[in-house]
Each structure stands twice: as structure tokens, then as C-alpha cells.
């Protein structure tokens, strides 16, 4: 069953990867209407147009990089570079440490820099300015921060040894649970303390969407909420008290202009105040 399951990520077609994204978007948004956590008042097509909109930039951005990757893969593979090529493991345990191990470096570690190095931040920012957190966002990302979350995934598959069928599990498995964690989704505290216990929910990442730091700068986890506890960036909140957004960035234009956005990395920097959390919520 494992070999049939790397088999089919080693070759996955093109069509198959554009299934899940819809498939997600699709399911998510039904989830979202049926059990909201904040009511659906905002006009959610518009919303979706603009985030749709950075969610095929980021797919462009991938496809034209995808050489890259795959290059990066053949190479660990063929020299035996890397820890997974390394070390004799059995498929399962590889699998494992693999997701582990690519969730960390190539997710929760530039999600962490995107947040404490200034250039990289202006980059991020766009995907903060969201005031309405939903499905949708999971992908509102600037071009210019797809391009740093590529490398730092290439760089994360060099490291690890990883095989191309562990990178594009890893990549379908990051783009449905983040779409699943950005979800406006209000989850029952029993099934979400379960859900907790493997992977990152709404009620855990929907904080790090809160408009004023420091809580924008806790709960960075993707797939696994292990890393945040671990490094101490993990906190739990009451979500139905949270504002969504950036304090720097709080117009309409700012949040919703396309090519308002495109520009914004390169305007002047905004510095972020920290406030005391017993101020915030």
C-alpha cells in the first residue's frame, strides 16, 4: 500500500494536483457556511476574486520553478546526498520523518523568517493584510514570497535527501491543510484537542491572523502543530475575540487593490508596534 502511495506521488499528473486545489476550496467553503466561526458578512465572491488571483500567481510561480525541484530531487537521489538517502529506513519511518522534516524547513522556517526579517516581511505582509480569513486564503501570497517559500522548499529537499514522490505528498498535504487551517471554521473543542494531536486546525492558526502583534508572530505551523511547541511560538486564544488583519495596513485599497498590493514591498517600511496581549483580547 505505502509503494502504491509513493508510486502515484512520484508521477502525479498535473490535473490531479489542480483536483485537489479545487476539491479543497469546494469542501472548505460548504464547511464554512454550514459552521462559521465569524458570520459570513462580507461579500465572499470579491473576497475570492483577489485571493484566487495570488493563488494562480503562486501556482505560476511554482510551475515555472518546478525544474528546479525536480533537478534538486535527481540530484540527492543519484549522489545519495541528504539525511533520508543516507540512512537505510523503512518506507513508513522515511515517510514519516520525511513530512516531519519538510514541514519544518520548508514551512515553519520561512514562515518564522518571513516574520522577523524585514525584506521578507514586506513580502509576507500582503498575506496579513486579509480582514477576512476564510478558504481562500491560504494561498494570498505576493509572487515575491512564492519565490522565497520555493526556495526554502528546494533547500529543505536538499537537506532532508528527499525523493520527488516525498515532495509532492509534502506539497498536497501543505496545500490542503492549509487551506483546511485558514478555513472560517468554528470546530467542536473535543474534535479539535484530537485533531490537534497530528495536525494544525483553525482554531490553532486563526491567531496568527490577529491584526496587532505579538499574536500575529505565534502559531506559524502548516501541517504539524509540533514545531510551535517546540520553539514556544504556540498560544491559545478565545478566536471569537480577534481581528483580522494588518495594523499597518488597514484601507480598503490596501486590502483589496491587486496591483496596490504587487506594489506595497516596495513602499516605504511600516514598523509593527508590539502591544501587551491583556490590551488585545
Not at 503562486?58 to 515555472?64: F, K, Y
Not at 514570497?145 to 536538499?158: G, K, L, N, P, Y
Request: charged share 15%; glycine share 4%; with cysteine.
Amino acid at each position: 500500500m505505502l509503494e502504491n502511495l509513493t508510486n502515484y506521488f512520484a508521477e502525479i499528473p498535473s490535473s490531479h494536483r489542480t483536483i485537489i486545489i479545487v476539491a479543497g476550496l469546494t469542501i472548505f467553503s460548504l464547511i464554512e457556511s454550514a459552521v462559521p466561526l465569524f458570520s459570513l458578512k462580507y461579500n465572499r465572491w470579491r473576497h475570492a476574486v483577489v485571493n484566487i488571483f495570488f493563488t494562480l500567481t503562486t501556482i505560476l510561480v511554482n510551475l515555472l520553478l518546478a525544474f528546479l525541484l525536480l533537478s534538486a530531487s535527481d540530484w540527492v537521489v543519484e549522489s545519495g546526498y541528504g539525511l533520508l538517502q543516507m540512512i537505510d529506513l523503512h518506507l513508513g519511518v522515511e515517510l514519516i520523518i520525511g513530512l516531519l522534516f519538510m514541514d519544518l524547513l520548508g514551512s515553519y522556517a520561512p514562515h518564522w523568517c518571513e516574520h522577523h526579517v524585514t525584506w521578507m516581511w514586506r513580502f509576507h505582509a500582503i498575506h496579513h493584510t486579509d480582514q477576512h480569513i476564510d478558504v481562500t486564503s491560504a494561498n494570498r501570497h505576493h509572487p515575491g514570497e512564492s519565490v522565497i517559500r520555493f526556495v526554502f522548499t528546494i533547500a529543505a529537499a536538499i537537506v532532508i535527501g528527499a525523493p520527488i514522490w516525498l515532495i509532492m505528498l509534502y506539497q498536497s498535504l501543505s496545500l490542503t491543510l492549509s487551506q483546511f487551517n485558514h478555513s472560517n471554521i468554528q470546530l467542536p473543542k473535543a474534535l479539535d484537542r484530537i485533531l490537534l494531536l497530528f495536525v494544525c486546525t483553525p482554531n490553532m492558526h486563526h491567531v496568527h491572523h490577529h491584526y496587532r502583534l505579538p499574536y500575529s508572530d505565534t502559531n506559524y505551523g502548516n501541517i504539524f502543530p509540533y514545531w510551535d511547541h517546540l520553539f514556544g511560538t504556540y498560544t491559545v486564544v478565545d478566536n471569537q475575540k480577534l481581528k483580522y488583519g494588518l495594523d499597518t495596513h488597514m484601507t480598503t485599497r490596501e486590502v483589496t487593490s491587486i496591483p496596490s498590493m504587487l506594489r506595497q514591498p516596495f513602499r516605504p517600511y511600516r514598523g509593527r508596534i508590539e502591544y501587551d496581549k491583556e490590551e488585545l483580547l
